[in-house]
């Protein structure tokens, strides 16, 4: 991914100094950095359904970085809709390089994505399949921002329903999981069931992904999530949890219609989610996407050591503290 | 184009809103909007250069719609990152729907973009000339983004050398003038003298059109421009004229260095461009690159009645006064 950004011509150390630190490679002061960032399930996952669906990793090697440089433009420009200081306890690029030039940023790295991604001609893919991988990557990215459009219109919207929130989730976080599938699966072959079956599991994996998220965000462990506890509730957030007790009982919208809430706000409204059942609710749809992943993939037939870690990293995902 | 943003699936109304306010077809509460927004030169030089070069121009038309929309993604960006409160005589997106919602509108107008581009793979062209076409336009993209990054770097900057000042043209203005004439070749052939040929057209066309901007921003007649007298003077831009003057004499680097200029301190700027021939200066260049792009032209050997239409449009943007 690095010999990708230096590859480009002509461009400026202090232009691609912003990408390269959103990736996690060096600090504001363009000196390395050591510590990890992303975890970088996404690139994994496409490289493990590649090989899982009988495909030649190596050649997936580019769409893999494309949508790691995909998912990282996405979180400069969230950091900023978002006006989020910090992102793995660093600054955020706009707060170090304002805004003007971290929405620039964003776009370029978005456009590297595209650039990286278009190496795929260099692997010796068919033609039509290479067509096909870009077709995904396209209409993955018109699902992430329609999926980011969602969530900031909730904030502000009075009544948000299960259904619609899925259907946010399905593109701010899901879309791209099933990206990582079905693209792993085209590298391999253009058997439409096969890939169908590959973007069934991404899916379904990336919104149990996005609940587990949510559960964290309210019941997590401080000490391992690195987040202050009952963090989404401090934000007033609209996760699931939340928008299943709004329906239950009236004390949440309550607390929530207060700007800042105080300590005593946030142990009441973790009592309302009690009272609610919301975290059993909430494990159960977690549940639910997760067991439709594992039919997904199953039915997908992966083979190999590569089918063996898809299971581990799916166990892994569902049981995950952080 | 309008068929475009509405064949796409599951986009709420009030999210392609954005877009559609964008392209100058609705008013912000989605009424038809009938004045003339952009020009739409972009896309008329595609088609032409397509058919100059001897090719279909209805193959070329989901190019043609894609660099539209490119441009206009590039345009909300812009917005933002230079604070512009209005565009075309009305407001703009961040204006109206606030920042995150136009960062969010501006990527999936971006993201539109290639979509639409992606519609080649039904006009029958060869698929190695689509996944070239693919390639021109993710390395405009990038160098949009470098003209942007430098331009906004050069209003802090001390010294901008002229040099400096034609690369950033090249990356802002000109490369998608540039990718316009290319890929209208691309439409036609994959012989490599021809369609560099087209794309020197465009690039030296591109950056010519930007120096009648320069001048027109200090010169222009505020009732055929719209804009008001010496407006780049106004807003201290580093412009051609204004770089050239800077290593002429010490005043107008003097009267730049305050923060609000006077109607005296416009004056004063004025006589110090004059004083520097900088007009005369400005002018030669923009001659300069026209005669280059005129030569381009010539040498690519456009055919039929479209290498009229290109040499008349060519002229006509060297003589505008608006």
């Not at 363009?30 to 990793?57: F, M, V």
């Not at 949440?252 to 609610?276: F, M, R, W």
Request: hydrophobic fraction near 45%; include cysteine; charged fraction near 20%.
């Amino acid at each position: 991914m690095r010999q990708m950004i230096d590859s480009i011509p002509n461009l400026p150390a202090d232009f691609t100094l912003m990408m390269r630190y959103a990736m996690g490679w060096v600090d504001e002061n363009d000196n390395p950095y050591q510590q990890t960032t992303g975890k970088r399930i996404r690139p994994l996952l496409l490289l493990l359904c590649a090989d899982a669906a009988g495909g030649d990793w190596r050649k997936a090697l580019p769409a893999a970085a494309a949508v790691e440089f995909l998912h990282n433009f996405s979180l400069i420009h969230d950091d900023i809709e978002d006006s989020s200081p910090t992102r793995h306890g660093r600054p955020t690029v706009w707060k170090l390089w304002g805004l003007a030039n971290a929405i620039n940023a964003g776009d370029a790295l978005f456009t590297v994505s595209f650039y990286t991604l278009h190496r795929l001609t260099q692997s010796g893919l068919p033609l039509d399949r290479i067509l096909m991988i870009w077709d995904v990557f396209n209409q993955t990215t018109i699902e992430l921002t329609r999926g980011q459009h969602l969530d900031m219109r909730f904030e502000h919207q009075a009544e948000v329903s299960i259904d619609e929130y899925l259907s946010m989730i399905a593109g701010k976080s899901a879309a791209l999981v099933a990206a990582c599938a079905r693209i792993g699966a085209l590298i391999a072959t253009s058997d439409l069931s096969t890939t169908e079956n590959y973007a069934a599991y991404g899916l379904n994996l990336g919104i149990a992904f996005q609940i587990r998220d949510d559960i964290l965000g309210i019941w997590g462990d401080p000490d391992v999530t690195g987040k202050s506890a009952a963090t989404d509730i401090l934000s007033r957030k609209k996760s699931l949890p939340v928008l299943y007790a709004l329906e239950r009982n009236d004390t949440l919208a309550q607390i929530y219609a207060n700007d800042n809430l105080t300590d005593a706000d946030v142990s009441e409204a973790l009592a309302a989610l009690e009272q609610a059942e919301a975290r059993t609710y909430t494990e159960m749809y977690e549940q639910r996407y997760f067991e439709q992943a594992l039919l997904a993939i199953q039915q997908a037939n992966p083979k190999g050591e590569a089918a063996e870690w898809l299971m581990q990293l799916t166990r892994a995902l569902f049981q995950r503290d952080r």
